[in-house]
């Protein structure tokens, strides 16, 4: 089962991604925090993470740089999900090696989509 790490600081909005995902056939990990983010991805070696910007601990943006400079993570693929729509918000998430920014609120069928199409094109994608 394809696995997918969601990290964001809001618990309600933490579980409506994650029952989303689950109900699309998903395994989903949970982090709270991006540094919580980085050691579940490091440990657990999901197919795909998505993270908030904002986040207490360390940003979003700072725990994609962290899981791109590891070797172990580096073939991750990330997603931004964030309020934060501005194009200088969305072109930070991309420098730091994101391969999508998806901004909050989001539609659930287009999430599930959108994530399914991410992991199709890094060769993650499995029949869930």
Do not use: H, W
């Amino acid at each position: 089962m394809t696995r997918i790490l969601v990290a964001e600081d809001e618990k309600d909005i933490r579980e409506l991604i994650a029952f989303t995902l689950r109900f699309a056939g998903f395994d989903v990990l949970m982090a709270t925090n991006g540094a919580e983010a980085v050691e579940v991805a490091k440990a657990e070696k999901p197919d795909l993470v998505i993270l908030d910007v904002r986040m207490p601990k360390m940003s979003g943006y700072e725990a994609c740089r962290q899981l791109k400079e590891n070797p172990q993570t580096a073939s991750l693929p990330v997603v931004f999900l964030s309020a934060k729509g501005q194009d200088s918000e969305i072109q930070q998430g991309l420098a730091s090696g994101a391969e999508e920014y998806i901004l909050k609120p989001f539609a659930p069928d287009e999430l599930i989509q959108q994530v399914r199409d991410i992991l199709n094109r890094s060769g993650r994608g499995k029949p869930a």
